[in-house]
Nanobody
Framework: VQLQASGGGLVQAGGSLRLSCAASGRTFSSTYVMGWFRQAPGKEREFVAAISWRAGSIDYGDSVKGRFTISRDNAKKMVYLQMNSVKPEDTAVHYC???????????????WGQGTLVTVSS
């Protein structure tokens, strides 16, 4: 399984950004749970959001609730993270992750993407 994250960049506080993650590989299943984590310099990896394959279960980290929205397109094997009202503290490398069962912490996912950097200027 390969996960390719994209969409990171520089954005001003209060602005919006949309991250994308493309899944590929012979063993990838559209039933996999997909999600996002992030890691800021000097900090531990933090859970951002997760979505089950039919979007029946969706969870967000406390720091992004009400601002970020996770979605997925199973036909395209894509997962997205719409980031609105971004803050300087959202600055981090954002990682896409996938796992056969549900997860809300960084110890669980079996597959990880390479990360995309989001920088929010004040």
């Amino acid at each position: 399984v390969q996960l390719q994250a994209s969409g990171g960049g520089l954005v001003q506080a209060g602005g919006s950004l949309r991250l994308s993650c493309a899944a590929s590989g012979r063993t990838f299943s559209s039933t996999y749970v997909m999600g996002w984590f992030r890691q800021a310099p000097g900090k531990e990896r933090e859970f951002v959001a997760a979505i089950s394959w039919r979007a029946g279960s969706i969870d967000y980290g406390d720091s992004v609730k009400g601002r970020f929205t996770i979605s997925r397109d199973n036909a395209k094997k894509m997962v997205y993270l719409q980031m609105n009202s971004v803050k300087p503290e959202d600055t981090a490398v954002h990682y896409c992750a996938a796992h056969p069962s549900y997860f809300v912490d960084s110890t669980r996912p079996r597959y990880w993407g390479q990360g995309t950097l989001v920088t929010v200027s004040s």
